[in-house]
């Protein structure tokens, strides 16, 4: 299977693309700083393509490089904003970080969707990672809230040539203090790779439209 994997300049994009690589699928990486693509894609033995998927002149300007047929899409954040305590941002700072959340975790999704989507193959799978967690009312709930509903559109579209189209978003057990159900609980980076790896497979063909929560097993109203 071939997969193309964005925001691999991040730790949670990286380890999407080690745990498909292991398991035995052809790994394209993609993301903003090529010299981490660059070390990632030697110890995966993949391709690397330097690009920022939130921006219509650099995806053109680096087209052709994108593969001329594709399995799958796996769509990762990376957010550029970092501006410390919310507590202190300026008007400006808010306005930066509701941009750069909505570019990164929807905007940067959609535009992969729109050059890659004709390139993937009848049967193929798109994931969508939600990467931040949440605090009710925040820039990256809203990103939520967008990315759920955009996803359920693009099943439709998509469906009709056998192409599911899910998200995958951190859940309530990502929250501080919750140790997860087993004594030696994965990383919520792990349980999203493992989660976005089952998306694709056959056992996964009827789950289609949906955000999905890796959570260390916690309810969704835990505590």
């Known amino acids: 299977m ?8 991040t730790d949670l994009g990286r380890t999407i693309a080690e745990n498909f690589s292991h398991a035995g699928h052809r790994v394209i990486v993609a993301g903003r700083h090529r010299d981490d693509l660059e070390v990632l894609a030697k110890e995966l033995d993949a391709d690397a ?8 002149a650099a995806i053109a300007a680096a087209h052709d490089q994108f593969p001329a047929h594709l399995d799958t899409v796996i769509n990762v954040p ?7 305590d919310p507590r ?42 939600i990467g931040d967690a949440l605090r ?20 439709h579209y998509f469906g009709i040539r056998g192409i599911t189209v899910n998200a995958v978003a951190m859940g309530r057990g990502a929250e501080p203090g919750y140790e997860g159900l087993g004594t030696t609980s994965p990383s919520v980076s ?23 929560h ?8 835990f505590g």
């Not at 071939?2 to 300049?9: A, E, N, Q, R, Y």
């Not at 990376?78 to 410390?84: F, S």
């Not at 999203?192 to 949906?210: D, E």
């Not at 890796?214 to 109203?221: E, F, P, T």
Request: aromatic share 6%.
């Open 214 to 221: 890796v959570s260390h097993g916690a309810l969704a109203n």
């Open 78 to 84: 990376a957010p550029t904003w970092n501006a410390g």
């Open 2 to 9: 071939d997969v193309l994997i964005t925001g691999c300049d």
């Open 49 to 56: 393509i330097a690009v920022d998927m939130a921006d219509p």
């Open 136 to 155: 009710e009312g925040s820039a990256a709930a809203a990103v939520k809230a967008a990315v759920s509903e955009w996803t359920a559109g693009q099943a």
């Open 190 to 212: 792990a349980e999203i790779a493992r989660l976005s790896l089952f998306l694709t497979t056959p056992a996964a063909r009827h789950i289609t439209g949906q955000t999905l």
């Open 88 to 129: 202190a941002y300026t008007l400006v700072d808010h306005a930066a970080e509701w941009r750069g959340l909505f570019d990164a975790g929807l905007l940067s999704a959609v535009l992969a969707v729109q050059v890659l989507g004709d390139q993937l193959r009848s049967g193929g799978s798109i994931v969508t990672v």
